[in-house]
């Protein structure tokens, strides 16, 4: 009963190699996005899907390409892998409320994480 | 200057200590203030959460917000070992906007 499910949890590849992650959801939240943590634990948007259209999209060099077939996944495929890509990418969906309700905080759930090691 | 600036510690405190972390921000616009935790290795997860100014309890931990001075507290009271986590402030203005973290204050509780 996973709530945000990531695939793999490690990967480790070589430079210059096309690679994706995958990420599901079973919440029946409407919005989904990647996150970037680095080494220093900073956490960075990388891109947000809301009903499978990009809303948010950060400047991610655009090797980068999310995909979201349908509401409850969110694929991200990386070209040409350099090393300043290794870090661990996160997945997360939240359900977009009201904005005017006073409680549109936002409340995103994330995945385990996907640890990227570029050698 | 980054829009929400964070003490990254690293903090240690005995256990039943009560640890203050802290973050500032610059940008005006922020409605809702956030604290995540995250263990080891997972990913974050909702601790706490306000909307404008104000303070919440919930058991051991506090949240305070004070918009005047773009200034967000988490206390924990009577700190466990089992509050040895990293802790992420995260802000944000409402609607579609994106939700931007802190670095996070790594915190360990001794026993």
């Known amino acids: 009963d996973t709530a945000v499910s990531q695939t793999p949890k490690y990967l480790v590849t070589q430079m210059g190699n096309d690679k994706s992650i995958k990420c599901e959801q079973n919440l029946g939240h409407d919005t989904m996005y990647w996150y970037k943590q680095d080494s220093k634990k900073f956490l960075k948007i990388m891109f947000s899907?809301?009903?499978?259209?990009?809303?948010i999209n950060e400047t991610v060099p655009n090797r980068f390409s999310p995909k979201s077939p349908d509401k409850a996944h969110l694929n991200l495929h990386i070209n040409s892998l350099e090393l300043g890509d290794s870090a661990v990418y996160f997945c997360a969906s939240s359900q977009e409320r009201d904005p005017g309700a006073g409680n549109n905080y936002n409340e995103q759930f994330f995945g385990p994480g996907t640890r990227l090691t570029v050698l | 200057q980054k829009e929400v600036e964070q003490d990254p510690g690293p903090l240690s405190v005995p256990e039943g200590a009560i640890v203050s972390l802290n973050c500032t921000y610059s940008?005006?616009?922020?409605?809702?203030f956030m604290w995540y935790r995250q263990y080891s290795r997972k990913g974050p997860e909702l601790l706490m959460y306000t909307y404008s100014s104000g303070n919440k309890e919930d058991g051991r931990f506090t949240a305070q917000v004070d918009k005047s001075s773009k200034y967000i507290s988490l206390f924990i009271r009577d700190s466990q070992p089992s509050d040895s986590a990293t802790y992420l402030c995260?802000?944000?203005?409402?609607?579609?906007?994106?939700?931007?973290f802190g670095t996070g204050t790594k915190l360990q509780v001794i026993p």
């Open positions: 940008n005006s616009a922020f409605q809702y």
């Open positions: 899907y809301n009903n499978k259209e990009l809303i």
């Open positions: 995260a802000m944000r203005s409402g609607g579609y906007q994106k939700v931007t």
